[in-house]
């Protein structure tokens, strides 16, 4: 758990600042509503509202954030990347996952269509973020496939589905995902 600065900004509140450090800290650090936040000091003996750890969260929230952000390990250098279809109140939705090779979900995106635009801007999310990785697996149909940033320019793509001389598409096992690695 990450300590809380030793400043004023724990004056005038009824908890003391561990118990405060500790209802932000599980907050940020796992995913917990506030209610759960509320039930976890509630089984140390500690009773208060959700309400109170919103205004925790809310006042000293940034701070946490910031502190579990910076000690968080880097990505691991092989990502899984996901795209699927899921309805939501009848529409159609995208959902497109990042995934790293320890299981973090390094990001997200839902949107309603299906464009090379969104997945580009996806992507150059995930490089700002976490660097580029050394190897990217993602279903050979899928248009995150397609819309990897530097394909066809300067860097090549291994593992990605190849069109032969003849113009078909070699043979590919049913539902596997293929490894597309860059090449300097």
């Known amino acids: 758990m990450t300590k809380p600065k030793q400043s004023g900004a724990f004056k005038g509140h009824r908890f003391p600042r561990e118990v ?14 506030l209610r759960d936040v509320e039930d976890l ?6 009773v208060v509202s959700y309400e109170t ?3 925790w969260v809310a006042k000293f929230g940034s701070q946490y954030a910031k ?3 910076r000690d968080r390990p ?14 939501i109140n009848g529409k159609k939705y995208w959902l497109w996952r990042a995934v790293d090779s320890r299981g973090d979900v390094l990001d997200i995106l839902v949107q309603a269509r299906r464009d090379k635009r969104a997945a580009i801007r996806f992507f150059r999310k995930l490089f ?10 993602t279903p050979s149909q899928a248009l995150l496939c397609n819309a990897l940033p530097g394909k066809g320019q300067t860097s090549q793509l291994r593992g990605s589905p190849e ?3 003849s113009g078909h598409r070699a043979p590919q096992p049913q539902g596997s995902q293929q490894p597309i690695r860059r090449v300097a």
Do not use: N
């Open 20 to 33: 405060i450090a500790h209802a932000v800290w599980a907050y940020f650090r796992f995913p917990m509503s």
């Open 41 to 46: 000091l509630a089984a140390r003996g500690i």
């Open 53 to 55: 750890v919103r205004g």
């Open 67 to 69: 502190v579990i952000r």
């Open 74 to 87: 880097a990505a691991a250098d092989k990502w899984h990347l996901d795209e699927v279809v899921i309805p």
């Open 128 to 137: 700002k973020a976490f660097g580029e990785p050394r190897v990217i697996v």
């Open 163 to 165: 069109r032969s001389r």
